[in-house]
T-cell receptor, first 112, second 117 residues
């Protein structure tokens, strides 16, 4: 799987939008961008994924650049419970193995 | 989203004993499950891929005789830490790949804290 690059940490004020960037300049045409988050002492939680179009669900929005070399996860109204480590991962959709390779992620701290 | 459950969430065992951790996909069948290990303030490290009905595939450096994996059914995989030592103390996490109905997305269990004393 392609490697991703994320800032190690970010702060966000409660109630404001949190924009988490991710670079994946070597992404292949059949690889999707997945976002997970891990709250302290819990297993990772799936957030959203996309190929090339922007995606939105009840948790977040995913904006992928036209060249697909980078993406941004947007939490529209961050709450204190959104404090977590966010992982951006690229993976072949439905790949025979499908294991996820985790980088160091971005530690998001939402402050009151 | 699909649900993956791990049990126990916390376990303490004595050195030299074995401990089993279960991973279940509750509302979907998973032909493939994955086991990860995570040390404090570190990212998840893939240990092995568990395939239903066949032997697990281990990552380089992971002792297959120490970390026994069994994928007995389409909804259950187990990780047994044999002859546990204090250095095996860690957070163990499983994940399962959902099928087409679950968008082929990978879902994670809640994790299991193992402390070897």
């Amino acid at each position: 799987d392609a490697k991703t690059t994320q800032p190690p940490s970010m702060d966000c004020a409660e109630g404001r939008a949190a924009n988490l960037p991710c670079n994946h300049s070597t992404i292949s045409g059949n690889e999707y961008v997945y976002w997970y988050r891990q709250i302290h002492s819990q297993g990772p939680q799936y957030i959203i994924h996309g190929l090339k179009n922007n995606e939105t669900n009840e948790m977040a929005s995913l904006i992928i650049t036209e060249d697909r070399k980078s993406s941004t996860l947007i939490l529209p109204h961050a709450t204190l419970r959104d404090t977590a480590v966010y992982y951006c991962i690229v993976r072949v959709y439905g790949g025979s193995q499908g294991n996820l390779i985790f980088g160091k992620g971005t530690k998001l701290s939402v402050k009151p | 989203g699909a649900v993956v459950s791990q049990h126990p969430s916390r376990v303490i065992c004595k050195s030299g004993t074995s401990v089993k951790i279960e991973c279940r996909s509750l509302d979907f069948q998973a032909t493939t499950m994955f086991w990860y290990r995570q040390f404090p303030k570190k990212s998840l490290m893939l240990m092995a891929t568990s395939n239903e009905g066949s032997k697990a595939t281990y990552e380089q450096g992971v002792e297959k005789d120490k970390f026994l994996i069994n994928h007995a059914s389409l909804t259950l995989s187990t990780l047994t830490v044999t002859s546990a030592h204090p250095e095996d103390s860690s957070f163990y996490i499983c994940s399962a790949k959902g099928g087409i109905s679950a968008g082929n997305t990978i879902y994670f269990g809640e994790g299991s804290w193992l402390t070897v004393v």
